[in-house]
């Protein structure tokens, strides 16, 4: 499957490929950007491949999936934003997470946004969700800026989260 490009005014969205694993893995190694990803901790270069390589997957399997998020001004890849789905959470999840060099630019609204736009205008679903940890409160102030709002608690890998939805078609 071709993954499709957007663009926003700043950003461009487009599919992970092998060559993005050297600057992947190096903000990977954030202990600030894993903080409320995953374990929450560090990965290294063999998990964060093993990560692009799902991405990748995931695209195959649902036709949606990730983008990798890069900033048109410099080329460089600053981290991802897209759509997942899992039996976990029985519902298509909308995510963000970009370097903390990035944090302040409003980089995760912009990208988030052309996804959601992107999802509701392809009929892709009419409802996205996103779980978020209570303790990351800029994710929870952007998914509120998005339009989506709290559903319910539910327990994720042994973690408390926040389940934000959000309507669409």
Known sequence: MTIPVIKTKRLMLRGFDQNDLDAYATICESPD?????????????EQAWEQIEYIISHWSEYNYGLWAVVE??????????????????????????????????????????????????????????????????????????LGLSYSHDMEYQGIKVFVYKTGGL
């Open 33 to 45: 950007f894993m903080k409320f990803l995953s374990a929450g901790k560090p990965l290294t270069r």
């Open 72 to 145: 048109q001004s410099t080329n460089k890849l600053i981290g991802r934003v897209g759509l997942q789905y899992s039996d976990d959470w029985k519902g298509i999840q909308i995510g963000w997470a970009l370097s903390p060099q990035q944090w302040g630019k409003v980089y995760a609204t912009e990208a988030a946004q052309a996804v959601i736009d992107w999802t509701f205008n392809n009929q892709i679903a009419s409802e996205l969700i996103s779980l978020i940890i209570p303790e990351n409160n800029k994710s929870l102030e952007l998914a509120e800026r």
